[in-house]
């Protein structure tokens, strides 16, 4: 994930530990790490997760020829503006649209051939995202319907769809990752060693993503396509009412 900037950020492990809510004997140290994976996964499945999952559906309608460019092109950008409102900090805002486009980025360099039908659909989303982030950074509010803000959980799901990866892997792999950033981040903290990180990874937290990959909520992702619809305005009650479909 060097790539796209993986180990920017520690989702709050530093504050969780700094806060004390972490107490200081090495077997208290792992069975509180293995909870804030299991709670950081748990919110990333739910609040993320179900965006990747309609960037992936949209994406691959259009690969299928079920949809015109331009239109999966816009709808994918009011899945953007959605995700956008929901991130409240701005940091966490500036770190997604990073990582966002610098996968766009790593697919056209080092992935697409001149043959692929998904070339053209993300040369226009790099282009429409350097439009949008370029706005954003100048101070605006609100952006075209040709304009995205680039937010990882987008670009993730059309990158795995035009990669031809299923959606079950893309929702495996992305669990996985997000747990070998905190344990990456509890090794730079030095509350776990990386001989216990790398244990801890490949068995326990193996079992954690498993359970996380079975939650991931369809509903909600068929929501969030619904809600692209053009035309369709979206609402608060838009965004309260996933978490209805969320399986608890």
């Known amino acids: ?3 796209s900037g993986g180990f920017i950020a520690s989702m709050g492990l530093e504050s ?6 972490m107490t200081q004997t090495p077997q ?13 996964l748990a919110n990333y499945t739910h609040s993320v997760l179900p965006y990747m999952l309609a960037a992936y559906d949209l994406t691959h309608m259009h690969l299928n020829a079920d949809m015109p460019m331009n239109e999966c092109l816009e709808r994918l950008a009011v899945l953007d503006w959605h995700h956008h409102t929901l ?5 966490a805002r500036r770190a997604s649209m990073i990582q966002g486009m610098a996968l766009l980025s790593l697919y056209m360099r080092s992935f697409v051939t001149e043959q692929d039908r998904s070339k053209n659909l993300m040369e226009e989303l790099r282009l ?5 982030g370029a706005k954003l950074n100048n101070g605006a509010l609100a952006l075209t319907p040709s304009e995205l803000a680039g937010h990882l959980p987008i ?4 990158f795995s769809c035009c990669l031809g990866l ?3 892997s893309m929702l495996r792999l992305n669990l996985f990752l997000q747990a070998r950033n905190i344990m990456s981040c509890s090794i730079r903290l030095n509350t ?17 993503v498993e359970q996380s990959v079975e939650r991931v909520s369809q509903s909600a992702a068929d929501k969030l396509v619904a809600v692209s619809m053009p035309g369709r305005s979206v609402s608060p009650t838009d965004v309260l009412c996933l978490d209805d479909v969320a399986p608890r």
Request: proline residues 2%; positive net charge; contains cysteine.
């Open 128 to 132: 429409r995202i350097r439009r949008g």
């Open 16 to 21: 969780f530990y700094s806060h004390g809510f």
């Open 166 to 168: 299923s959606k079950e």
């Open 87 to 91: 991130l409240l900090n701005h940091v």
């Open 1 to 3: 994930m060097a790539e």
């Open 192 to 208: 776990l060693g990386p001989y216990k990180a790398h244990q801890l990874l490949g068995q326990q937290l193996r079992q954690v």
């Open 155 to 158: 670009c993730t799901g059309a």
């Open 28 to 40: 208290n140290l792992v069975a509180s790490t293995i909870d804030f994976v299991e709670y950081t």
